[in-house]
C-alpha cells in the first residue's frame, strides 16, 4: 500500500478498553461488516451490555487480519458527509482468524458453547448454490473438497456444519446462523444451503439442525465504498494515529431483522433495528429499488466513463432513467413493506446516490453481476413479463451487463472484470459476436 510520507510513522491504533466476550462468531470480517452489524453490536453492548464480543473469520485472505489484529481488533467506523468525517471507534471485534490458516481452530471457535450467533457477510457466491434454482452446487470445488475432508472446511457451509456437528457430538445446542448478504430470504438460503450438505454428510445431524437451529433472514443496507489509501490518510489527520482497519460509509443504515434467535441476541434494536416477523417484502423493496439501480448505474456508468455512482447520477439523463425505472419498471413489482412509502424511499435513494461525499466506484459494484443480476434485475422483469408489462429500461441494464462482461470497453479499452463466471461469460460473448 502506497503511503504518504510520514503517515507510517504515526503510531498504530491499539485497543485501550478491555475487549468484550466472545458471543458470535463472524464469517467474512470486510469493510460492509465492520460498517454495519458490528457497530449495531458496539451500540447494542454499549447501551444493554452483554457478552456479544466478536471472533471475526476471514475465509481466504490474510487482509482483515493483517489490519485489525495489530490493534487489538479496534478500529473506525467512518460516517462520510459533505460536513466532513465523523469517526467513532468500534471494540466489538475481539479477534481475528484466518480459516485457511487453521482450519480446526475456526471450526472450535464456531463449535464453543458460548456462542449464540454465527453471522455472515460472505456475498452471493459465499452460498455456493446455483443462482438459476437456489440449489446447493455440489460441483462446486469448496463443497467437492468440503463433503470429503469435514475436518478442514474451506467454504461457510462446510464451518457451519463442521461446527454444527461438533455441538451435537459434545451434547450442545446449535447457534443461530444469520445472513446478512444481499439476497432474497437470506436466512431460508443459508438454511437450505446447510440442510442439503449436512444429508450428504448424516441425516441424523441433518434432523437434529431441522428441528433445532433456527435460520432468520434479515435485510442490510449501509453504502460502504471500499477504503482507500487517502481515507486512511484523512482519518489519520484527525486522530493522530494509524487504523489500517478503518472503513467509511454513508449516514443511512436500516437492518430488518426476523426476531428468531433461539440462543438470545444482542439487544440490537436499542441501536435501531427493526424486528419483524417477515423480512421479505423489505428484501425485495430494497434488492430491486436500490441495488436494481445500483447495478444499472453501475455497467451504463462505467461504460460512459464515470467513476462513481454519485458522478453517473450528476447526469441528468442517468438520473431520469433512474427514476424511471423505479416509478415504471420496479415499484410496479415490489408490495409496500409496512412503515415504508415506496415513491419516497426511492427519493431518498436518489439523494443517497447523489452524495458526492460517497466515492462508491462503479467498477466495485460492477463485480459478480452472474451473482447480483436474477436477485436484482431478472426476477423484476419476469414479475413484469407475467402481468403483461415490458421493462425497457432493465433490458438496457441487462445489456449493459453483457456488453460489460465482455471485457473491452467502446474505446477497445481492456475491462477488468472480476466475477466467478468471467471466463465463461467473456467466452459467450465473443462467440455471440461471431
Ligand atoms: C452494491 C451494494 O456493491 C454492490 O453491489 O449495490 O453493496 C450496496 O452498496 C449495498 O447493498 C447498500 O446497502
Not at 391 to 403: I, R
Amino acid at each position: 500500500m502506497s503511503m504518504e510520507i510520514g503517515l507510517r510513522d504515526r503510531p498504530r491504533l491499539k485497543r485501550s478498553t478491555p475487549a468484550p466476550k466472545v458471543g458470535m462468531v463472524h464469517l467474512g470480517p470486510g469493510a460492509f461488516f465492520r460498517a454495519f452489524s458490528a457497530v449495531y453490536t458496539d451500540e447494542a453492548m454499549a447501551t444493554a451490555g452483554g457478552d456479544w464480543g466478536i471472533a471475526a473469520v476471514s475465509l481466504r485472505s490474510q487482509t482483515a487480519h493483517d489490519q485489525l489484529d495489530p490493534q487489538g481488533g479496534v478500529y473506525h467506523s467512518v460516517t462520510l458527509s459533505n460536513e466532513g468525517l465523523k469517526p467513532k471507534l468500534i471494540n466489538a471485534i475481539v479477534r481475528t482468524l484466518v480459516a485457511p490458516d487453521d482450519p480446526g481452530a475456526v471450526v472450535s471457535e464456531m463449535a464453543d458453547p458460548t456462542v449464540k450467533i454465527v453471522s455472515l457477510t460472505i456475498t452471493e457466491k459465499g452460498y455456493c448454490h446455483k443462482p438459476s434454482d437456489g440449489k446447493l452446487n455440489l460441483q462446486h470445488p469448496d463443497i467437492i473438497h468440503d463433503l470429503n475432508t469435514l475436518s478442514q472446511p474451506v467454504s461457510a457451509i462446510g464451518f457451519i456444519v463442521a461446527a454444527f456437528a461438533a455441538r451435537r457430538a459434545a451434547g450442545d445446542r446449535p447457534f443461530t446462523v444469520l445472513s446478512c448478504d444481499n439476497l432474497p430470504s437470506n436466512g431460508a438460503l443459508a438454511r437450505g444451503m446447510v440442510l442439503e450438505f449436512a444429508r450428504n454428510v448424516d441425516e441424523d445431524l441433518a434432523a437434529w439442525i431441522e428441528a433445532h437451529a433456527s435460520f432468520p433472514s434479515s435485510m442490510v443496507d449501509r453504502i460502504t465504498p471500499a477504503t482507500t489509501d487517502e481515507d486512511i490518510a484523512s482519518l489519520s489527520q484527525i486522530t493522530g494515529t494509524l487504523d489500517l482497519g478503518c472503513v467509511f460509509h454513508e449516514r443511512f443504515r436500516q437492518w430488518v431483522i426476523e426476531d428468531e434467535f433461539a440462543e438470545g441476541r444482542p439487544a440490537w434494536d436499542l441501536a435501531g433495528a427493526q424486528f419483524v416477523s417477515k423480512v421479505d417484502a423489505h428484501e425485495l423493496m430494497k434488492l430491486r429499488c436500490l441495488n436494481g439501480t445500483h447495478s444499472t448505474l453501475a455497467y451504463l456508468g462505467y461504460l460512459a466513463g464515470f467513476e462513481t455512482i454519485a458522478e453517473t447520477v450528476a447526469d441528468p439523463s442517468f438520473a431520469a432513467l433512474c427514476e424511471r425505472l423505479w416509478k415504471d419498471e420496479i415499484i410496479p413489482t415490489v408490495p409496500q413493506p409496512d412503515g415504508e412509502d415506496l415513491p419516497a424511499y426511492c427519493a431518498e435513494l436518489m439523494a443517497r446516490y447523489k452524495d458526492t461525499s460517497i466515492r462508491h466506484r462503479t467498477w466495485q459494484i460492477a463485480m459478480d453481476g452472474s451473482q447480483k443480476l436474477p436477485q436484482r434485475i431478472l426476477g423484476t422483469i419476469s414479475d413484469n413479463l407475467a402481468v403483461g408489462h415490458t421493462s425497457p429500461g432493465l433490458f438496457l441494464a441487462v445489456a449493459a451487463w453483457m456488453f460489460y462482461v465482455g471485457g473491452v470497453d467502446e474505446n477497445g479499452q481492456e475491462i477488468d472484470v472480476r466475477d466467478p463466471l468471467s471466463e465463461a461469460l467473456k467466452t459467450a460473448s465473443e462467440s455471440a459476436k461471431d
